[in-house]
Each structure stands twice: as C-alpha cells, then as structure tokens.
C-alpha cells in the first residue's frame, strides 16, 4: 500500500488490530483542503464510512463537520467532532426528528410526508431543512449500491414536487455515487439539474452527497472544483460534498495472524480475522482486498484460502498466493481496511474484535488506542 510502512506495522501492532497511519490520513486531508480552498464547497465527512473517534481532532482541522444517518452518529458528530453536523435518513421517527433537531445543523428528509408531519417540530427549530432528490440517473453497477436505481426508496423523484409546498425548505439533496471519479458525477448533476434546477433559485444550499473519491489517483480535481463553482455562481448556494471513503482510502489495514493451516484439495489458512465480523463488504460488496505480498492464485508457489475462525462455511476472504509457506503465528496485512470496516464489525460467535490503533510515520509510534474484551461482547447482549 502506498506509503505506509507495513512490515514496522506487523511487527508493533497486536492482532486482531486496524491500524491507521495518519500520515496517509493527513495526505488525504490535504487534497480535500485543496478542493474546499479553490471551489468554495465546504466538505462534510460521512461517519457511516468512518467513525475512528479519535482521529476527529485531526480531521477537524480541514473538513467542516459530519454527515450522519441516524441520531447516534449525529450525538457522536456533535460531541466529538463539532462543526456542522447534517442528518439524513431514509425515514425518522418523531423521537429521532426531536433528538436531531438538538445535534444537527442540517436536517434532511427522504419524502414530503415527513417533511410535513414533522413541520411543527422543525419551524422554529433555526434548524436548515432539505429534502433529499432522486435524480433518475443510474452510475452504478451494482443495484444494492445505486440508490437511482428502479423503485428505489432513497430520494423524491421530480414527478413528487407537482404541487407541493416548498415553504420552510432551504436546500437539496443528492447522493447518488459509490467509488467513483469525477465523470459520473459531471453527469449526474447535468440530469439532477435538468429535473430540479429550477427550485434552486430558492434554495440556500446543495449538497452533492458522496461516493466521490476525490483522494484516489486520477480523480478529476479541477473539473470537479468547476462544478462546484458553478452550481456557486449560477444558484447562489453553498456547495457541500459528503464523501467517506475519500476521507479514508489507502489510511488503513488490518492485521491478522494465521492461526492454522489445514487441507481439503487444497491448503487453507485459517485466521484470527473474520470476513463476515471484520471486513463484511468482502461478502456483501462483494470485493476482494489486498494483501500485503499477496498474489492472485497461481502466480507464486504457495496457495492458500484465507478463512476467518467462525462458524459460517461461507468465513472465506478468497484465495491468494505467496512466496512462502505460511505457518501459524504469520502476520498478514489487509489493506484498505480503514472505511467501512469498524463501522460494521460484529462479535458474532465472540470472535476477538480487533483493537483499533494509529501508526504515526513521524514519530514511528504505534498507539493502541482501543482494546476490546469480554466487557464489550456481554455489554451488547442481555
Ligand atoms: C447519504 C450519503 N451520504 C454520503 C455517503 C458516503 O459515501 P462514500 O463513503 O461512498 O463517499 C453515503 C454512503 O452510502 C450516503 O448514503
């Protein structure tokens, strides 16, 4: 993984652990400042991608402040991170919408009928109220990632708006990418503003939501600080973008051990890390991460299924070679483990949840910031 100093990390960090170098998350930062510098956008992390607490402070320096999906990540933006903290989710019960009302900045609603059941609560909150917008225009691939795609339930499609009260309303909404470069978006907002542009002359704001990966090598950022200068000079609005992953791509791994290796047509490792409790988007995504040394099947002498310790025969994180055999008590590096991964970890089976830790490439000190034990399995169950 580009510049992060993995065999130091092996040999500091315990396993099961993610680790996070902030060297890479400072790299990161510094391009995302670039955007906010030249377009004007103000840039919003997504906690839903990444939520490492206490990273926050750093990461305050140069983003505005949160997006969040719920009331808890929206508490844990406005305790932890401060700044602005912008609330969305697909629908709110009254006593999330009075909760939010007290964290949130921003508050986002996905139909007319909560923007109106709710309209006693929210009108004299001083809270900006926005309505989340389907534009119709399908970038993804894959449909459980396409919030554009048929009888999706994410977004009000333009034919919703026909006689509809907009009072109270100050800005609109859009998330419509995952992973992608700048092009999709371009397209994107070319269909978002061809169906809404005309409400937002009266708008204050647009938020491009996320699934930008402005921080990936080859992403567009000139054409992308463009965009947002248009939507600036042309509406009148303040642009936020509300990216995760950008914020977290190429910061982080995940270090595991091989704790056996068995047979059956051919060699298995097992190890202390679990696809479907620590790195679940290998089976839901599904994707296949990296491996520090690793090789696809084949291309070196050595070749393994990696498994995790569960019970569930599907455990499997894919098949990969090596140079070396690997033997119990072998370290293995999973790279990009830093985005949704701590965010969506299980104890399913009391699996060992990984400690969470920071490398800094500086100082060359790995931190433990975290540790879990027996105490956070029990806690979560009664
Ligand atoms: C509304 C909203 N905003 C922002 C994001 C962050 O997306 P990403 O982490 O892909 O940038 C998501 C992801 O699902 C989302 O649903």
């Known amino acids: 993984m580009i510049g992060i100093d993995i065999p130091k990390i092996l040999e500091l960090a315990p396993s099961p652990a993610y680790v996070v170098d902030l060297g890479r998350l400072r790299h990161n930062l510094a391009i995302l400042d670039q955007v906010q510098q030249r377009s004007g956008a103000k840039i919003l992390m997504a906690l839903k991608a990444f939520s490492m607490w206490s ?6 320096e140069t983003l505005q402040g949160v997006c969040a999906s719920s009331p808890w990540e929206a508490r844990l933006g406005y305790e932890e991170f401060g700044g602005e903290v912008h609330s969305f989710a697909a629908a709110f019960k009254e006593e999330d919408v009075r909760e939010l009302l007290t964290t949130s900045n921003h508050l986002v609603f996905n139909s007319f009928h909560q923007l109106e059941r709710f309209r006693p609560l929210w009108e004299q909150s001083g809270v900006s109220i926005g309505l989340r917008v389907n534009p119709e225009h399908s970038e993804g691939h894959t449909p459980i990632y396409d919030p554009c795609a048929p009888k999706s339930r994410l977004g009000i499609p333009r034919r919703e708006f026909e006689d509809k009260s907009l009072a109270g309303v100050e800005g609109l909404h859009f998330h419509t990418l995952c992973e992608q470069l700048f092009e999709p978006l371009e397209r994107t907002a070319k269909a978002f503003e061809d169906k809404f542009g005309p409400f937002l002359a009266q708008m204050k704001w647009l938020n491009l939501g996320g699934g930008h990966h402005i921080t990936r090598e080859g992403y567009d950022i000139d054409a992308l600080v463009e965009l947002v200068r248009y939507f600036r000079e042309k509406y009148g609005v303040e642009v936020y973008l509300e990216p995760g992953e950008a914020i977290a791509i190429g910061t982080g791994i995940l270090v595991s051990e091989v704790l056996d290796v068995v047979h059956n047509e051919m060699d298995i490792a097992i190890l202390d890390v679990s696809a479907t409790c620590h790195m679940p988007d290998c089976l839901e995504m599904p994707y296949r991460p990296g491996i520090t040394n690793g090789f696809d099947p084949g291309e070196r002498s050595h070749t393994y299924r990696l498994g995790g310790p569960s019970c569930l025969a599907g455990d499997v994180i894919g098949d990969w070679s090596f140079d ?11 790279e990009d483990m830093a985005h949704y991964t701590m965010v ?4 399913f089976n009391g699996i060992q949840h990984p400690a969470i830790c920071t490398y800094d490439p500086d100082t060359g000190e790995l931190r433990v910031v975290r540790k879990f034990g027996y105490g956070d399995f029990k806690s979560r169950l009664s």
């Open 55 to 60: 990273v926050f402070p750093i990461i305050r």
């Open 344 to 347: 969506k970890t299980t104890t």
């Open 324 to 334: 070396r055999p690997l033997q119990p008590g072998d370290r293995l590096a999973f």
